[in-house]
């Protein structure tokens, strides 16, 4: 079994490496470490979860180490590159973390909309090493110059397919013109599509490739499964399903920030206690609703796609998709928040009519058939075959024009008769989940 000590890492980062809790080092770290630490280029295939962070800041930091100089001001020697403020202030703290015994001390900032300017420009001005940033803040600072980046010796594009779903591409390309083509680029994504393909064969020169998965692969130790509901009943059938005792760690995804807004105070009224995190929140109101959710204060978070992209919290034991994603990579991203360092988890969609074809992408893309329990009224069951054209038009990107039809019986599904009723009684979709197994409890923490 390779060890940490097998790759190469200066003894400073072994020991930071060890006081996290670190053991063996994942296969996306066995992988890209060392050829990151010959300062390679680097192609990196991975889902959330899989210690893709420590993957690529362990060997920066090596670089960093071998040649310790002082910063000029404004600049930065590296430059990380993030969709949303979470995951940005994610990446911070495990720089911060496997570099705590470098001395002087690292310097790493982080620079996000949603907060005032002035701590960032005071933050700049003394010069960075590591900087985490999301672009659109960070075009800001490099038009006023109090940011240069054209002596940047590293850049790290963190969740590539997430920056493309939110029309990062040209600002990415604006920041890549400003840096030197002299330079070590790393681009991480958990998905592939066209034109991620098509910003590495620019960005990248003879990279090494690292993949961990299949494209758009779900994690195998989250359990998924399916409700068939009502619209109406969406809300009630969610308050049922957490009072089952396993959900003690959930995240709620809905797809819009008024709806993740409603969502929570219905769960707070029904007594379960749940926070909304989205983009109306402020930097301080998200910073506060995330925190409470680490430390066990709240039971539920309730997010949209673009906020939880950087929530990295081990023990979600359920991911409860309330509205199924427009676009279908977006359900490998969401699941991936449950499962993580080594434990079982358990993915709950609910899905009404209207929302059939987006599940019919998702299994598609994923090439799996997900099991279901109907929880549809017989009237809400007649509707969707009295109307199969009210659902064959997908809302994604991909699948459109394609037949509605009815959804297969088999492959492993409860049968379901005429009328619309489970006869074969399911196990409870909430039962059994996110409950390691014996050998699980005694695992190492994740590596983020």
């Given at each position: 079994?390779?060890?940490?000590s097998?790759?190469g ?10 006081r996290?809790?670190y053991e063996t ?6 992988q ?9 280029d680097l192609l990196?295939i991975?889902?959330?979860g899989t210690?893709?962070?420590?993957a ?7 670089r960093?180490l071998?040649d310790r100089r ?6 930065t ?6 969709p949303?403020?979470?995951?940005a ?7 911060r ?8 001390a690292?310097q ?7 907060v005032a300017?002035?701590?960032q420009?005071?933050m700049?001005?003394?010069g960075?090493e590591?900087?985490v940033a ?5 075009l ?8 240069v980046?054209?002596k ?8 590539a ?6 029309g ?6 604006r920041?890549v013109?400003k840096?030197?083509?002299a330079r070590?680029t790393l681009?991480f ?5 066209r034109?991620?393909a098509?910003?590495a ?14 494209v ?7 359990e998924q499964?399916v ?5 109406a ?17 959930a995240?709620?995804?809905t797809?819009t920030k008024r ?13 379960v ?10 930097q301080?109101?998200r910073?506060?609703?995330l ?9 539920v ?8 992209r950087g ?21 490998v991203?969401?699941?991936g ?9 358990r993915?709950?969609s ?19 058939t997900?099991?279901?329990t ?12 009295a109307?199969?054209?009210s659902t064959s038009?997908?809302r994604?990107?991909s699948g459109?024009g ?13 049968h ?10 399911p196990?409870?979709?909430?039962a059994h ?5 014996q050998?699980h409890r ?7």
């Amino acid at each position: 079994m390779t060890k940490f000590s097998d790759l190469g890492l200066p003894e400073m980062l072994l020991r930071a490496v060890e006081r996290e809790g670190y053991e063996t080092p994942s296969p996306i770290q066995v992988q890209a470490i060392p050829p990151l630490l010959q300062h390679r280029d680097l192609l990196g295939i991975a889902q959330t979860g899989t210690g893709k962070t420590a993957a690529f800041a362990l060997p920066i930091l090596a670089r960093i180490l071998a040649d310790r100089r002082r910063p000029l001001p404004g600049s930065t020697r590296v430059l990380v590159l993030a969709p949303t403020r979470e995951l940005a202030a994610q990446i911070a703290e495990s720089f911060r973390a496997y570099g705590q015994f470098l001395r002087p001390a690292l310097q790493v900032g982080v620079i996000v909309g949603g907060v005032a300017h002035r701590p960032q420009l005071d933050m700049l001005a003394r010069g960075l090493e590591v900087l985490v940033a999301t672009p659109g803040r960070l075009l800001e600072h490099l038009g006023t110059r109090h940011c240069v980046i054209d002596k940047t010796e590293v850049l790290v594009l963190d969740e590539a397919d997430h920056m493309l779903d939110l029309g990062f591409i040209i600002p990415i390309r604006r920041i890549v013109a400003k840096l030197p083509k002299a330079r070590q680029t790393l681009l991480f994504s958990a998905t592939m599509p066209r034109e991620i393909a098509g910003l590495a064969g620019d960005l990248l020169r003879d990279p090494a490739h690292v993949s961990v998965a299949p494209v758009a692969t779900t994690v195998d130790r989250v359990e998924q499964h399916v409700v068939l509901v009502d619209g109406a009943a969406k809300r009630d059938i969610l308050v049922e399903l957490m009072r089952d005792a396993s959900v003690s760690r959930a995240i709620v995804f809905t797809r819009t920030k008024r709806g993740a807004d409603k969502v929570a105070q219905h769960l707070e009224t029904a007594g379960v206690g749940a926070q909304a995190i989205h983009g109306n929140k402020s930097q301080n109101q998200r910073i506060r609703a995330l925190d409470g959710f680490k430390r066990g204060d709240t039971r539920v978070l309730v997010a949209t796609d673009i906020a939880a992209r950087g929530i990295d919290v081990d023990g979600v034991t359920h991911v409860f998709n309330y509205e199924l994603p427009d676009v279908p990579e977006s359900y490998v991203h969401r699941i991936g928040r449950t499962a993580r360092a080594g434990a079982s988890g358990r993915a709950i969609s609910l899905c009404e009519n209207e929302e059939r074809p987006l599940l019919r992408q998702i299994e598609k893309l994923t090439r799996q058939t997900l099991p279901f329990t109907d929880r549809r009224t017989a009237a809400g069951s007649r509707q969707a075959e009295a109307h199969p054209e009210s659902t064959s038009r997908p809302r994604g990107r991909s699948g459109a024009g394609k037949p509605s039809g009815q959804r297969p019986t088999g492959g492993g599904r409860p049968h379901l008769a005429s009328d619309g009723r489970n006869h074969q009684a399911p196990k409870s979709p909430g039962a059994h989940a996110g409950r390691p197994s014996q050998g699980h409890r005694a695992r190492a923490p994740e590596m983020r």
